[in-house]
């Protein structure tokens, strides 16, 4: 079983609607969240980090956390073309203090 | 402030060359781990330094190495390249609060290997 799973997709969906990413991790003493967003071509950049259970807003972004169940997800309000990108999950662990990703879902917002 | 800096960008080595990859991370970051990103795998990590320590290591063969300096700049070392290196190496760095800031990357070293 991997450290953390996400659905490869393609994800798509149309200009303005929601765009919703879930990622599930292994290890339940994994500690802090995170969320990344990788344009083609380009590095990683963090968009979101999520600590507690619940819902965390920035903006367009909201992470969601539920340790009990062992998943994140991350909603995309108002999509527009330039979410278009791939988007990683990533977790971290206390012991060791790694970082675990997972393989990413690659959105397509269409206009 | 200064991002996370690689260099070169591009590499074209040929099959049983060895390369050197350089990474100079934020100022104050202590911590910089190395991964591999391929379409296929996705990112790999490779491995960590803080400190000029490997604190870290993924599972790769011996022919992927590294090293920390004292001004925490790291390198990255391949020897006898193989076709399956060819990938995009990025560095990442991060400061004491890791687990709440996450990483930065940098804009990687996209190596291709003939």
């Known amino acids: 079983q991997k450290e953390v799973e996400q659905n490869s997709g393609p994800l798509s969906v149309p200009e303005g609607a929601i765009a919703s990413l879930n990622c599930t991790y292994s290890d339940r003493v994994s500690q802090s969240f995170f969320w990344y967003r990788q344009y083609s071509g380009k590095s990683p950049e963090l968009i979101m980090s999520i600590y507690s259970n619940g819902d965390k807003e920035d903006g367009r972004f909201t992470a969601q956390l539920n340790k009990a169940s062992q998943y994140v997800s991350l909603l995309i309000r108002d999509s527009q073309p330039s979410d278009s990108a791939t988007y990683l999950c990533a977790v971290n662990r206390k012991t060791g203090n790694q970082f675990y990703f997972g393989t990413g879902t690659s959105l397509t917002v269409i206009p | 402030k200064a991002g996370v800096t690689q260099t070169p960008r591009y590499l074209i080595k040929t099959r049983g060359q060895q390369v050197t990859l350089s990474c100079s991370p934020i100022s104050g970051h202590r911590s910089v781990s190395w991964y591999q990103q391929t379409p296929g795998q996705g990112l790999q990590f490779l491995f960590e330094y803080f400190s000029e320590t490997q604190r870290n290591k993924g599972n790769f063969p011996g022919r992927f190495s590294g090293r920390q300096f004292s001004n925490s700049r790291s390198e990255m070392n391949v020897s006898t390249l193989e076709l399956g290196d060819s990938a995009l190496y990025l560095c990442?760095?991060?400061?004491?609060?890791?687990?709440?800031?996450?990483?930065?990357f940098g804009s990687g070293t996209r190596l291709t290997v003939v």
């Open positions: 990442a760095s991060s400061g004491p609060g890791q687990g709440i800031d996450g990483y930065t």
